[in-house]
């Protein structure tokens, strides 16, 4: 008896959750953490697996052999594809080389991967409102038992090398201790390169959206101060052509504010000067015409 018992403590039915950790742009703080606790891993204890993320794990910074072993060995994962995260990309292929059973999740409402787009998946509503919540934990649930069915049978559900018909899955041989060292650096160096090579997109993406919002911004410094010498001209023109005093406010109206306008953005010297110059020109051009008209 003692040894069915031990037997039984024995079988792995773990499920290895895959999504963000971290909060990222555009999410309130917490959210994926309230996806996890609320949704997904309701979801896993309704569908008999108890699940794992890598954060339960305390070593901070670091991919240990252990978590990827882990995320091999698990009989069961979910990957959230909510927002492309790239570490979840990342484990989401390493579940799919050893051709492992994954049930893909996403919020409702993210734009789809065109790359596994013909996989299956389940939605969650981001709004984590109570009742949504308890339909969507029952929906990953029986997502997460079809798949334990399927793959029980032999039938692979959202398996990549299935879908290609490729000859095998890939495979980890048995190492020793040190060899799983080896492993690990090798491993460690792979992902600071995959980390460098992120920070480096990421600073790119950074620079030219910068770069794009200065010239922005240039242009509309141009925009407001080639505004105001029209709307100067035009005032000139309507003085010039002793226009109604009704008209020639408007354009003087229409000069100063789109020189309040221009002044709000930092000028280069010579503009202010100019707009300064035409300032008081207007002003004493104006006061001349009224002064004239009530004659």
Known sequence: MAKETKAIEQVNNDCFVIMPIADPEGYDKGHFKKVYEDILKVACDK??????????????????LDILQKLIDSPMAICDLSNRNPNVLFELGLRQAFDKPTVLVQE???????DISPLRYTEYRKELKYREVLEDQNYIAEAISATKEATDKGEGI??????????????LKDVSDNDAAKMLQVVMSEMNDLRTDFRRTIHQINYEKERTEVSQLRNQIDHEYIRSRRNFDKFRSAIEAKDDLSNVRLFYDRFQDSVMKAFNYDLPHNRIKILKDMTLVADKLL?????????
Do not use: M
């Not at 409702?108 to 065109?114: A, C, L, N, R, Y």
């Not at 006061?287 to 004659?295: F, G, M, P, R, V």
């Open 47 to 64: 569908a008999g697996f108890t699940p794992f993320r890598a954060d339960q794990v305390k070593q901070t910074n670091l991919i240990h």
């Open 108 to 114: 409702v409402g993210t734009p789809k991967i065109f």
């Open 158 to 171: 959202n398996s990549i090398v299935s879908l290609l018909s490729l000859s095998s899955p890939a495979s």
């Open 287 to 295: 006061s001349e015409y009224i002064a004239d008209s009530s004659k």
